[in-house]
T-cell receptor, first 113, second 115 residues
Framework: QKEVEQNSGPLSVPEGAIASLNCTYS??????FFWYRQYSGKSPELIMS????GDKEDGRFTAQLNKASQYVSLLIRDSQPSDSATYLC?????????????FGTGTLLAVQP | NAGVTQTPKFQVLKTGQSMTLQCAQD?????MYWYRQDPGMGLRLIYY???????DKGEVPNGYNVSRLNKREFSLRLESAAPSQTSVYFC??????????????FGPGTRLTVL
């Protein structure tokens, strides 16, 4: 079992719809969770981080965390074609004093105009 | 403030050749990381440096060496390149202050092809 799992997609949504991206993780001790966006040929950029159970909103983005179910999601409201990218879920893996992240393979989102 | 920079942007090597990928950050971050990204495999950690003067292996260290030259610079060396090392390489850095939740910032990447 992979430590961080995502559906590779592509997830296709029409413009203006809500895109829902999901991620599960295996290490029950994980405490910090991150969503990165990566455009084709570019480097990952951080969108959201979440550490506590529940929802965290930032503009059109909402991250949701359920530690009991080991599940984290990202909702994108009013999806735009410019949101089309690969979304990477990352989990902070505590190993001594380090801040290593374990990444999922990413979900490709395609927003159709 | 350039953030994280990497050189070169593109490189083609022949099997057995060596090269060093350079990474520098100007954010005064303590920790630095090298990842490789392959289709369907996601980002995998090669080596990291939690602080100046320390380096540790990540998930896929075989065939690579690293040097944390100073707080700003972290280089990745391929001593004898193999086709399996064809990939996109990303350097990242994070502040890693005690008690703070960390964010990693990525460089633009190096696209390496080994023939």
């Amino acid at each position: 079992q992979k430590e961080v799992e995502q559906n590779s997609g592509p997830l296709s949504v029409p413009e203006g719809a809500i895109a829902s991206l999901n991620c599960t993780y295996s290490d029950r001790g994980s405490q910090s969770f991150f969503w990165y966006r990566q455009y084709s040929g570019k480097s990952p950029e951080l969108i959201m981080s979440i550490y506590s159970n529940g929802d965290k909103e930032d503009g059109r983005f909402t991250a949701q965390l359920n530690k009991a179910s080991q599940y984290v999601s990202l909702l994108i409201r009013d999806s735009q074609p410019s949101d089309s990218a690969t979304y990477l879920c990352a989990v902070r893996n505590y190993g001594g004093a380090t801040n290593k992240l374990i990444f999922g393979t990413g979900t490709l989102l395609a927003v159709q105009p | 403030n350039a953030g994280v920079t990497q050189t070169p942007k593109f490189q083609v090597l022949k099997t057995g050749q060596s090269m060093t990928l350079q990474c520098a950050q100007d954010m005064n971050h303590n920790s630095m990381y090298w990842y490789r990204q392959d289709p369907g495999m996601g980002l995998r950690l090669i080596y990291y440096s939690a602080s100046e003067g320390t380096t540790d292996k990540g998930e896929v260290p075989n065939g690579y060496n690293v040097s944390r030259l100073n707080k700003r610079e972290f280089s990745l060396r391929l001593e004898s390149a193999a086709p399996s090392q064809t990939s996109v390489y990303f350097c990242a850095s994070s502040e890693s202050r005690q008690g703070w939740v960390d964010t990693q910032y990525f460089g633009p990447g190096t696209r390496l092809t080994v023939l």
